[in-house]
T-cell receptor
Framework: GAGVSQSPSNKVTEKGKDVELRCDPI?????LYWYRQSLGQGLEFLIY??????PDKSGLPSDRFSAERTGGSVSTLTIQRTQQEDSAVYLC????????WGGGYTFGSGTRLTVV | DAKTTQPPSMDCAEGRAANLPCNHS???????VYWYRQIHSQGPQYIIH???NNETNEMASLIITEDRKSSTLILPHATLRDTAVYYC????????????FGQGTELSVKP
């Protein structure tokens, strides 16, 4: 597609439920990143995928968070047993390669997750 | 990656130039300066980047000091739509991995 697509755009879930957030990167982009942004806060790195390499999971806040990227394209971020502090906007970005050449990072509009 | 320091907030009158400073005193020779911005409720958007020469594109100009320890992003004629958080990031361009965002500068363009 023309841009990075994320779904759903908004998600309200009850505490303790599992949620899945989806990211469709730009076609052909080999690198994919997940960030989250809590209200009034900066962007917090979660995880990044580059081709067939092992993902960099160093930003995942707990073992309730996991992500996968199937076929080198679509990625799903899963949060198990959601907590209220998980409420945030979850942003996905993709780039042609992991290297930061110019404007190569394109972000989606995010999924706003609210845990009630 | 070198650390950057930006003022937390700035105001600018509509139609005037907005000059956003960034300090990166520990920048190394192979690190570029990148600017992104995030308009409310949207994902970050690339603006411009440079190594040591001043750069200009359709969105902005980037002025990097000769010692490369600081830079200024210039929006020549700010509009209300330029109200956003502006992030200055220093990275080695060929380095893989995540992009680390600081707190940025919240620019408010006022009529």
């Amino acid at each position: 597609g023309a841009g990075v697509s994320q779904s759903p755009s908004n998600k309200v879930t009850e505490k303790g439920k599992d949620v899945e957030l989806r990211c469709d990167p730009i076609s052909g982009h080999t690198a994919l990143y997940w960030y989250r942004q809590s209200l009034g806060q900066g962007l917090e790195f979660l995880i990044y995928f580059q081709g067939n390499s092992a993902p960099d999971k160093s930003g995942l806040p707990s073992d309730r968070f996991s992500a996968e990227r199937t076929g080198g394209s679509v990625s799903t971020l899963t949060i198990q047993r959601t907590q209220q502090e998980d409420s945030a906007v979850y942003l996905c970005a993709s780039s042609l390669v992991a290297r930061l050449w110019g404007g190569g990072y394109t972000f989606g509009s995010g999924t706003r997750l609210t845990v009630v | 990656d070198a650390k950057t320091t930006q003022p937390p907030s700035m105001d600018c009158a509509e139609g005037r130039a907005a000059n956003l400073p960034c300090n990166h005193s520990t920048i190394s020779g192979n690190e570029y300066v990148y600017w992104y911005r995030q308009i409310h409720s949207q994902g970050p958007q690339y603006i411009i980047h440079g190594l040591k020469n001043n750069e200009t594109n359709e969105m902005a100009s980037l002025i990097i000091t000769e010692d490369r320890k600081s830079s200024t992003l210039i929006l020549p004629h700010a509009t209300l739509r330029d109200t956003a958080v502006y992030y200055c990031i220093v990275r080695v361009a060929t380095q893989g991995g995540k992009l680390i965002f600081g707190q940025g500068t919240e620019l408010s363009v006022k009529p």
